[in-house]
């Protein structure tokens, strides 16, 4: 199954300021996600990565907030933006590589704002 | 929409013995695949068994086994001859037959006593 690198895995970040996290995945992959989650809480959907268009964001979510690209079909990145103490979590990118698998997940990335 | 339903927030098991983790969720879908996930405290989220729901024939994954019941909307997992590496948070999820995106339960965490 595809491997999924995610950087940085853990930032201390000041609030108002932004953060970009990567995720390489080493080989092609269908679809990309971005998922927030809470230490010990499930995950929540930000959004779907789409390759080469814009991403097809979750209720709660929005563009200017969390833009997302995916140039090609092994790379995407997700970006937290004008960041506030909320904003603290856990990111993590999953990728499928097809409809009959599950999902590959980064190892996520450890996100304080402060 | 898809719901997961995870009623056990904690489990505990001896190790060598055999545990069982439940799952239910609702759907009106007929083509979908169930998943469950383990996010040790390393937190690499990671897949353990998945079943396609056309599948009478439970998965099986070594250790790992699950017993869908389509009717009731169950799908439970059960690990035989724990062993310490088991523990972790296991999550249950849902993914409609030909969308991407998936839906998570709640999570269960799983200790294991030596």
């Known amino acids: 199954s595809a491997v999924i690198s995610q950087k940085p895995s853990r930032d201390i970040c000041q609030r108002g300021t932004s953060l970009t996290i990567q995720c390489q995945v080493d080989?092609?992959?269908?679809?990309m996600f971005w998922y927030r989650q809470q230490p010990g809480q499930s995950l929540t959907l930000i959004a779907t990565?789409?390759?080469?268009?814009?991403?097809?964001?979750e209720s709660g979510f929005v563009i200017d907030k969390f833009p997302i690209s995916r140039p090609n079909l092994t790379f995407s990145t997700l970006t937290v933006s004008n960041m506030s103490p909320e904003d603290s979590s856990i990111y993590l990118c999953?990728?499928?590589?097809?409809?009959?698998?599950?999902?590959?997940f980064g190892s996520g990335t450890r996100l304080t704002v402060v | 929409a898809q719901t997961v339903t995870q009623s056990q927030p904690e489990m505990s098991v001896q190790e060598a013995e055999t545990v069982t983790l439940s799952c239910t969720y609702d759907?009106?879908?007929?083509?979908?695949?169930l998943f469950w996930y383990k996010q040790p405290p390393s937190r690499q989220m990671i897949l353990v068994i998945r079943?396609?729901?056309?599948?009478?024939q439970n998965a099986t994954e070594n250790r790992f086994s699950v017993n869908f019941q389509k009717a009731a909307k169950s799908f439970s997992l059960k690990i035989s001859d724990s062993q310490l590496g088991d523990a972790a948070m296991y999550f249950c999820?849902?993914?409609?037959?030909?969308?991407?995106?998936?839906?998570f339960g709640d999570g269960t965490t799983l200790t294991v006593k030596p």
């Open positions: 999820a849902y993914r409609k037959g030909n969308a991407g995106k998936s839906t």
């Open positions: 990565a789409n390759q080469g268009s814009e991403a097809t964001y």
């Open positions: 759907t009106s879908e007929s083509d979908y695949y």
């Open positions: 999953s990728a499928l590589e097809g409809s009959n698998y599950g999902y590959t």
């Open positions: 080989s092609q992959v269908t679809m």
């Open positions: 079943q396609e729901a056309y599948k009478q």
